[in-house]
Every structure is written in C-alpha cells, then in structure tokens.
C-alpha cells in the first residue's frame, strides 16, 4: 500500500504513520507546513518519506499525488487548537482550499479511499447524550466547526459524483505521549509535574471524554485493514465524561503535584458544555476494552522527563 498522510508531523498525524509501519507493509508519504507539525515527531523508517508542502497549494500538493500513486490518503491537515481557531478564523476557512485541493487529486489519481479528519465541534452544544452520528444535528457555527462540516459534504458530494470512497472520523479529545503542549490534557501534566498552577477556563464544570491515542489508532487503522464503516460517518472517541476540574484533580494527584487550580474568566465561545459520543461504531473497530483514563494520564506522566523518581516508582505500581 501507498498511503499519504496530510498533517503527518502533527500528534495524531505522525502517530498514525508510526503505527502503519510498525503494523502493516505499507509505504507512508507525510506532508506537512510545519503550522503545529513539528520534525521531532517525524518516524525513522526506509518506509516513510517526508515532503514539506501545504495542502491549501494546489501547485504545492498535485506533483506529489502524481509521483506516487497513493491507494489511500488520510487527511489529517488542519488549523487545530480552540485558542488558535478562535484568533484565525480566516486561516481555518482557507482549508476548505486543501479539502477541495486533496479530494480532486484523489479522484483523478485511482485513490481507492478518502479517510477524512472531522472533529466532534461539528455537534456544536449537545442536544442529546450520546452524541450519535447520524441522530444528533450538527449546530455550531464556529468557523472550525463549520469547516470540518464542509469537508464531511465535499466528502459525501464526490462520492455521489465520481464514486470516490470515503470514511469520515469525528474525532473527540485524543490524547497521549507526544500531543502539542498547548491542549489540555498536555497543558495540565506539564504545569502539574512543575508544581505550577493548573489554569482552568470558566469553573471546570464542562465534561469532555478522552479517548487514547493507543485506543484511536487502533479503531482507525482497522477501519481501512478490515474495510468496515465505507461512505460512512464514525466517532472516534471514548464516552467516559469527566468534568475539567476533575481532570485536573486527578492529574495532579497522579503526579504526587503541589500545583493549585487557578481559574480563568470563560471563554467568550468554543467551550461546549458537554461532549459524549455514542461509541458503538468505534466498538465495533477496537473490539477490546478502552484504556482507562488514569492508565492513559500515568502513562504520559511516565514519558516525561525531569521529575521526581519516587513519582515514576508509583505511577509504575498503580498501572
């Protein structure tokens, strides 16, 4: 297989070309601009190249489609992070450009498949629990929101008018080892592990589920091995909520952490309330039990550098 990664140095991106290589024979081609992607997070295989390009360039990506002749692409690549969404909207809205960009070049280079990156933003305030994918109106009106919409109807739209494949991932939290410092769960570990103050937005009461990366991966991958969910909509996610502060109590016990909680004025928009998914789809692709969030939590913690050993000895017995 050649398989093309859109936004394969971001976390979930290059975790995914890792995965593929140790997994499966496959030949992995990533690209990224570097916006949030970063080099170190690049795998080291003969099976994997890296070409710096930005998709939103139509002369940037189409030489690379036609020079290697993928069989499948993940397009992972987009402006991702509230805060950062929220202070470029015009930078979000461009990569309904590098939706359109790689869906054409999909449908006139034989690509077999489209596995399309949406996020759970799309449902907008919850109007029932669990979040289901095809039940559940899609309300916000968030430019990322709105974007990741559009790319579900490109989705749907090429499909219907030149055949072209796709599974569309709703993405809830995923969360792990080498995610960007600036989400939460990586936000709240790092200033845990400093005894630094864990900053919350608003009172902590909104709950949010996290899913591991080990947990997503595996459900994606076998998506495409097993050829399940075809011109289908699946959540990728966990549905065990947990509030915001909660979260952050359980971090800073879990790093034996001297940090207090220090709260922020709320967001002015983009912080929902809740989010559940209805998991029944994502089941059906892990067919084993999550990883729980204290495992999950522990072994971040574990990861990462210049902290007390007798934190690492405990965190070691509890897992």
């Excluded at 996290?210 to 097993?226: G, K, M, P, R």
Aim: glycine share 6%; charged share 20%.
């Amino acid at each position: 297989m050649q398989i093309l990664i859109t936004g394969g140095a971001g976390f979930i991106g290059s975790s995914l070309a890792n995965y593929l290589l140790t997994h499966t024979d496959a030949s992995v081609v990533i690209v990224d601009n570097y916006l949030t992607g970063r080099q170190v997070n690049l795998p080291q295989s003969d099976r994997c190249r890296f070409i710096k390009a930005d998709v939103n360039n139509f002369n940037d990506i189409s030489s690379i489609f036609n020079a290697f002749g993928f069989d499948y692409v993940f397009h992972y690549a987009a402006v991702v992070g509230v805060k950062r969404t929220l202070d470029n909207p015009v930078m979000v809205l461009d990569d309904l450009l590098g939706i359109r960009n790689v869906l054409s070049l999909c449908k006139n280079t034989g690509v077999q498949r489209v596995f399309y990156a949406s996020s759970s933003e799309v449902y907008g305030e919850p109007v029932h629990l669990p979040q289901h994918e095809e039940t559940t109106p899609l309300n916000s009106r968030l430019p990322y929101a709105v974007v990741k919409n559009a790319g579900e109807a490109f989705c749907r739209s090429y499909y219907q008018e030149f055949g072209l494949e796709y599974t569309i991932f709703r993405f809830f939290n995923t969360y792990g080892p080498n995610q960007s410092p600036d989400f939460v769960v990586s936000r709240f570990i790092d200033a845990a592990l400093k005894d630094e103050p864990v900053t919350i937005y608003g009172d902590g009461q909104q709950t949010r589920t996290f899913c591991y990366i080990d947990d997503h991966l595996e459900a994606t991958v076998n998506c495409l091995l097993q050829n399940k969910f075809v011109n289908d909509v699946v959540n990728i996610g966990n549905d065990q909520e947990i509030s915001v502060i909660e979260l952050a109590r359980v971090i800073i016990s879990l790093a034996s952490s001297r940090s207090k909680i220090l709260h922020l004025d709320p967001l002015e928009e983009g912080d929902m309330t809740r989010r559940q998914p209805d998991i029944e789809k994502m089941q059906d692709l892990l067919k084993r039990p999550f990883t729980s969030l204290e495992e999950g939590l522990s072994k971040i913690i574990l990861s990462r550098s210049g902290f007390d050993r007798k934190v690492a000895e405990g965190l070691k017995n509890s897992i």
